[in-house]
């Protein structure tokens, strides 16, 4: 089995010779490029087009007939070339690639073409075809064929994965690739076979009567308009490029995004092409449609040597206008930080590329350095005189950044470089704070050695706050260590143990209660750590905060108990943990509502259960006259009824002028009023 790569500049389509159907297809659109368009060669019908089984695949390629094992389901006519690699069958097929088309605009007839391949390394248990190539025809066409691994029957789809992703990630493994549609020319220019592309262009001049100018800058039917020589110039055959120049080929002229072969050559590093193409009059500084330029382009790609030749004959460095600043400001010595080239990034600032230029949002050559964590990088453009301090239009810095993604190499540099450590953001966040709140220990405690204030705080809530609320216990334990304040309060009044309480994090509680947090400390609604980790059913906190002295009973300005409030939100467990903690159970809010009556409106069975354990009065009334039978019956929770009246619940009392049967019977809940009728709870 041969292994078929897609290259990332080129989408495949197909051309089959297949005994298919006819079907008009329409697949949904997608950001990838298209290249070329599929033919129509059917004859009977063996595979049809309907939708996928597989989620957000689009169309699909099914079965007509029954194939067997070894059995050839498809055969198409395709450009093929290989590199040297994986050529051992190491790699199984993905046979789906309907994310890649756009039937609107590429109106495509050929069910088969939603059997593209590509290899994947996870599939190798789940392929239901094979590819075989064979043996290359003149000008790279070789008929590739899908061979069935298994007995394949009527309606079953011929596809096995939907991968997008791996798009994104073939230049990572090396193997066989395919493009198809382009010309005996293109592809000789691609393939960098100099005596097929002389022996074409001279064909061609003569049998078409066209001028030999005219047939080396003739543009691929393609989108992408792709020239020959910019072909040749992608994959670095130098020989192919100078027969081109030679043979009257316009060097400056651009594909569809504006690149150039200037441009191809310098981003693959091609530098024999690079040479060549500016000998023969390359415009140097030629934007794309995006303003980037070949130096960008290989400073992007680190291609150290591309870079130093471009900069020799007088590529622009310095200055930010479209004409080398792509349009969201990116510079070529932007690029290369971003990328960690520190050679490039060294020639780009002797050549004297500023430093210290600012993208649209702000950020700068140090700060995307930063940010990637492109320590030796970040020390160059230190030396050169990056500023440190440079914010983004969100305040953030280059130490911001660093500290955020854990780059403590970075952040020590720029703490010794004089960076501020205590600058905020727009918002408030300090590089101490966004580290806190990641759980980078390490950063944390060297932002502390330099001098980072423990208790600076963003709309009142310092580091600690947000590691507690993370519940990342080594940034807590080294921020008390440090000194920080376990009750310092945010604006609305909760501490760090509130919200470390709240998230149900019971070691930072721990670590917090051992650093003398005040376990009664009440936010500005009244409500403290018992109150909030009730509401999220924190059991374990719960008798942590108990065994620390919380007062169980204690209500919030509304009235609310943590009793209440667990039982309201139908946590069971942590009912009987502030049960067997002393809470009281037939507390009542100034409506009436006990424990026992919430738990029944809300129909937690589970929860009313644990409360009849603690024997209270079941039939407790509010302020309305409604008892929590009444309030199970009339909002239909039959199981909650059931439990009441097996606890001795009295149906005969009335609300309203109602008793228990009647409210099941004015909402219409049926089972409740059978169930009472027949005395079923019994």
């Not at 297949?18 to 070329?36: D, E, P, Y």
């Not at 072909?231 to 995004?257: K, P, Y």
């Not at 509130?498 to 009440?522: C, I, M, T, W």
Request: proline residues 2%; contains cysteine; negative net charge.
């Amino acid at each position: 089995m041969a292994h078929i790569r897609a290259s990332h500049s080129w989408v495949p389509w197909l051309t089959f010779t297949l005994s298919v159907i006819f079907a008009t297809v329409h697949c949904h659109s997608s950001n990838l490029t298209k290249q070329c368009n599929a033919s129509n060669e059917f004859g009977n019908s063996d595979v049809a087009v309907q939708e996928s089984t597989l989620e957000q695949a689009g169309l699909g390629a099914f079965a007509l007939r029954p194939f067997k094992r070894g059995e050839a389901v498809g055969l198409y006519h395709c450009i093929v070339w290989a590199q040297p690699d994986h050529l051992d069958n190491t790699y199984s097929w993905q046979l789906n690639s309907t994310h890649s088309c756009d039937g609107e605009s590429i109106p495509l007839r050929n069910p088969m073409r939603y059997v593209n391949s590509v290899a994947r390394l996870d599939t190798c248990d789940r392929q239901n075809l094979v590819v075989d190539i064979a043996q290359h025809h003149k000008h790279g066409k070789s008929p590739v064929r899908y061979i069935a691994t298994r007995d394949i029957t009527i309606g079953e789809e011929l596809l096995i994965d939907y991968g997008e992703g791996y798009f994104n990630s073939w230049e990572r493994v090396p193997g066989l690739r395919y493009e198809c549609n382009k010309s005996p020319l293109h592809l000789a220019c691609a393939t960098g076979n100099l005596d097929e592309v002389r022996s074409l262009v001279h064909e061609l001049t003569t049998n078409e009567a066209s001028s030999q100018t005219a047939v080396v800058n003739q543009a691929s039917t393609s989108t992408a308009e792709v020239t020959p020589i910019i072909e040749a110039s992608l994959h670095g055959h130098a020989q192919v490029v100078q027969f081109l120049i030679q043979a009257g080929a316009e060097v400056n002229r651009a594909q569809r995004d504006g690149a150039t072969a200037l441009h191809m050559a310098s981003q693959n590093g091609c530098i024999e092409v690079v040479q060549l193409l500016l000998s023969a009059g390359a415009d140097i500084d030629q934007g794309k449609s995006d303003g980037s330029t070949a130096l960008f382009a290989a400073s992007h790609q680190g291609r150290t040597i591309v870079v130093e030749s471009l900069i020799k004959a007088g590529a622009a460095v310095e200055g930010f206008t479209a004409l080398y600043a792509n349009h969201r400001g990116f510079t070529a010595l932007y690029a290369a930080c971003h990328n960690g080239h520190t050679e490039v990034v060294q020639l780009l600032a002797k050549a004297g590329a500023e430093v210290n230029h600012a993208m649209d949002d702000g950020s700068t050559a140090l700060y995307v350095a930063s940010q990637s964590g492109r320590h030796v990088t970040v020390q160059f453009l230190v030396q050169a005189g990056a500023q440190l301090n440079h914010a983004m239009n969100d305040g953030s810095t280059a130490l911001y950044v660093a500290s955020q993604n854990d780059h403590q190499g970075v952040v020590q540099l720029l703490v010794q470089a004089g960076a501020h450590v205590n600058h905020a953001m727009n918002d408030g966040s300090t590089a101490l704070y966004v580290s806190a709140q990641n759980g980078h220990h390490e950063t944390v405690q060297l932002l502390v050695k330099a001098g980072a204030r423990i208790g600076l705080a963003m709309d009142g809530s310092t580091g600690l706050h947000a590691a507690a609320s993370k519940g990342h216990v080594e940034v807590v334990q080294v921020l008390v260590k440090a000194g920080a304040q376990a009750n310092d309060a945010k604006n609305d009044g909760s501490t760090a143990l509130h919200v470390s309480a709240h998230n149900g994090h019971h070691e930072v509680v721990r670590q917090l209660l051992q650093a003398d947090a005040q376990v009664n400390s009440a936010k500005n609604d009244g409500a403290t750590a018992i109150h909030v980790a009730s509401q999220n059913g924190h059991h374990e906190v719960i008798r942590l905060l108990h065994k620390a002295g919380a007062h169980i009973n204690n209500p919030m300005n509304d009235g609310f108990t943590a009793l209440l409030i667990a039982a309201q939100s139908g946590h069971h467990k942590a009912t009987t943990a502030l049960l067997k903690a002393g809470a009281s159970i037939n507390h009542a809010m100034n409506d009436g509502s006990t424990a026992l009556l919430v738990a029944a409106q809300g129909g937690h069975h589970e929860v009313v259960q644990a409360l009849l354990k603690g024997v209270p009065v079941v039939d407790q009334e509010m302020s309305n006259g409604a008892t929590a039978l009444h309030l199970a019956c009339y909002h239909g929770h039959l199981r909650v009824a059931k439990i009441l009246l097996r606890a001795g619940a009295d149906k005969r009392k009335m609300v309203g002028g109602m008793d228990a049967l009647g409210l099941a019977t004015y909402q219409g809940h049926k089972a409740i009023t059978s169930m009472i009728r027949s005395k079923q709870w019994q």
